[in-house]
């Protein structure tokens, strides 16, 4: 799997060859079709490792159900995107193949992409209502639209990451404004005397 998500992210998936994988790989490329039928299904894999390795580096555990407040909510979400953006460092490659070839290939890849951003959607928004509930979240939000509305928040600077190189100072930027807005967006509002 790691040969093929190597050849995927550096060729792209039209110009991935079997052959480049298996020689990758070290092995024949009669064993590659032994275990997969076609270049499509290795790509399933390799869209389901790379995404993988971006949720390895989110690590949800330590970004939903531990902040206290949200002020620690925040400080979580910068330590995740800080993650993200050493995976970016380490494999620039991956967030090409996840967010533009994959969904390009096919309408079932698009389908499964819109899918994985309404399971991330539904775990912020689940934050979002537990902080509703513990009262450090204000609670005049909706969760659920606010869950998808984070996640679009993070978009631009995603593509930014796409198009060009990186630049340290943009991507602290592009992250201080987000929290910034989400922090005025989320704070509970103090009642007037």
Do not use: C, N
Not at 110 to 115: D, H, I, S, T
Not at 131 to 137: E, L, M, P, T, Y
């Amino acid at each position: 799997m790691e040969a093929a998500y190597e050849v995927f992210t550096a060729a792209g998936y039209e110009a991935a060859a079997i052959s480049a994988v298996a020689t990758r790989a070290g092995v024949g490329q009669g064993t590659i079709y032994r275990y997969f039928g076609s270049k499509r299904e290795i790509l399933d894999h390799v869209i389901d490792f790379g995404v993988d390795k971006v949720m390895d580096s989110v690590r949800p555990d330590e970004l939903f159900g531990t902040a206290a407040s949200l002020d620690e909510l925040l400080e979580t979400v910068r330590a995740a995107v800080g993650r993200v953006y050493d995976l970016l460092e380490r494999e620039p490659r991956v967030l090409r193949l996840i967010l533009v070839e994959a969904g390009a290939i096919d309408p079932e890849l698009a389908q499964r992409l819109l899918g994985l951003e309404a399971v991330l959607a539904s775990l912020v928004a689940g934050e979002l209502a537990r902080g509703v509930d513990a009262g450090w979240i204000r609670a005049d939000i909706d969760p659920e639209v606010t869950g998808h509305a984070v996640l679009t928040l993070v978009g631009p600077a995603l593509m930014r990451e796409l198009h060009g190189t990186p630049d340290p100072r943009a991507r602290e930027r592009s992250t201080a404004t987000v929290l910034r807005l989400l922090g005025k967006a989320l704070r509970v509002r103090k009642a007037a005397s």
